[in-house]
């Protein structure tokens, strides 16, 4: 009796749990999720750690639909793409991610296909890149008016300016400030204009001083410390185009605050090479030493390829100027070889999807061709359709006016025999009257007389 009550106990505890895990899923709301994709836009990495952190301990894997599924692995993965050193709980399926997108109401769509493919782009993974980048436009294309068009738009024209296609990445850049209606989306519009300045060794245009007054008046209005960062990042980058190392300096210590104290470690690792290749250039070889010790403290197994031949050509000026050579000599030919790599399967992803895009403009062509010719064939089928009909109207009408021509000639000429059959018979007797006698008289009187 004893164990029955135990089993019914524990019974009773497990369907209680399921039904508790159940009740707290229902927590993850359609509210619950647009506050996810709005951090995600934002960029606010801390509150999208506490929301993601939170929505993975009240509804655990297998409690969860296939939206709370793929909202949550794109949560992770947005993380994961700013912040290498905060795995989440559960491995991520990044293959399939793609297609479980899909899966998606279209309102999250673009915003995590945008995540997806930036994670491709840590990844080296260009091909997925485009592929995703492909994805991004044809949903965009589908639909008239977005709010998140800016931060799409951002995403293809960095994806773009990353790959060379220089010209579609300045039509998306001019198409986000275009689309911009808030401080973030201004400042983050404002940073590809000055991205892709920076990337194409473009000529210094008129407007630049405005426009990097423009950024650091909007940087005070921005709370997203990735953004401020970033913003941080272009003033830099503008200081020491002007020969201003100390003002570049001081922008370059607010962005590697701001990373530290939101957790960003992907963008805080790439501001510390930042840093230690200014010491380098001016000869602080000691800051070096002391930023690359700071450097050596992440796991530089996570890092991306990009950021990895920046600590190589950093490392190397460093055992340089130690005096190590062959030390120097190695890491130069490891940069190299995978500068070489990550060049090789770019353009290959580049050749492949300029083929691709070839292979369906063609098709597009053909289709349209098809169309055209169809088009065509259906306006001569109708024209020669209406010409049948027009000659077999013309017939008809024809037809109809020689019946009714006939007709009235047949009574013409039935009144006409009529009247002259009153005129030549009596009514009454029915035998011919003195005026057609008269007349058959004067007719054999005429012919007697010619004979």
């Not at 007054?213 to 185009?241: D, H, M, Q």
């Not at 190590?324 to 353009?347: C, P, Q, T, V, Y």
């Not at 098809?370 to 077999?392: D, F, G, P, V």
């Not at 009454?428 to 006698?437: D, E, K």
């Amino acid at each position: 009796m004893v164990i029955a009550r135990v089993i019914l106990a524990i019974f009773s505890l497990i369907i209680s749990q399921q039904v508790n895990a159940e009740v707290k899923c229902q927590i993850f709301d359609d509210k619950v999720s647009d506050r996810l994709i709005q951090y995600i836009k934002d960029s606010d990495l801390s509150a999208a750690k506490l929301l993601v952190d939170e929505l993975e301990s009240i509804c655990n894997y297998g409690k969860r639909n296939t939206e709370q599924d793929v909202l949550i692995d794109i949560g992770w993965l947005f993380i994961f793409n700013h912040d290498f050193i905060y795995p989440p709980k559960e491995p991520i399926d990044v293959d399939g991610l793609a297609d479980r997108i899909r899966l998606l109401p279209r309102r999250y769509r673009l915003i995590s296909y945008s995540v997806l493919a930036e994670h491709y782009i840590l990844t080296g993974d260009f091909s997925d890149v485009l592929n995703v980048t492909n994805f991004i436009e044809n949903e965009q294309r589908s639909v008239l008016v977005n709010s998140d068009s800016n931060y799409i738009y951002i995403n293809l024209s960095y994806i773009y300016s990353l790959v060379g296609f220089t010209k579609l990445a300045e039509d998306y850049a001019k198409k986000a400030y275009e689309h911009a209606t808030s401080p973030i989306e201004q400042l983050r519009s404002l940073i590809v204009f000055q991205n892709l300045r920076y990337l194409h060794s473009r000529e210094e245009e008129s407007g630049e001083e405005e426009l990097r007054t423009e950024i650091t008046r909007l940087l005070t209005e921005i709370t997203s410390s990735i953004v401020r960062a970033e913003g941080y990042s272009i003033l830099t980058e503008a200081e020491l185009e002007n020969g201003d190392y100390f003002s570049a300096k001081e922008w370059l210590e607010k962005a590697l605050t701001d990373t530290k104290k939101n957790g960003a470690s992907r963008h805080h690792l790439n501001l510390l090479i930042t840093k230690a290749e200014l010491a380098i250039k001016n000869s602080e070889y000691q800051e070096a030493l002391s930023t690359l010790e700071d450097i050596h403290g992440y796991p530089l197994t996570q890092i991306r390829d990009f950021t990895k031949v920046r600590l190589f050509s950093l490392e190397a000026k460093v055992y340089q100027y130690k005096g190590d050579f062959e030390g120097a000599l190695n890491l130069a030919r490891a940069e190299m070889l995978l500068s070489s790599e990550i060049n090789r399967k770019l353009n290959d992803a580049v050749v492949a999807d300029l083929l691709a895009r070839y292979n369906s403009l063609e098709k597009e062509r053909e289709i349209a061709t098809l169309q055209q010719e169809k088009q065509l064939q259906k306006t001569l089928n109708s024209q020669q359709k209406q010409l049948i009909l027009n000659y077999i109207l013309g017939v008809a009408t024809l037809t109809l006016l020689l019946l009714i021509l006939f007709i009235l000639f047949w009574r013409k000429r039935k009144r006409a025999s009529h009247f002259e059959y009153i005129a030549s018979y009596d009514q009454l007797t029915q035998v011919l009257n003195r005026r057609a006698i008269n007349k058959i008289a004067e007719e054999k009187f005429k012919s007697s007389n010619l004979s």
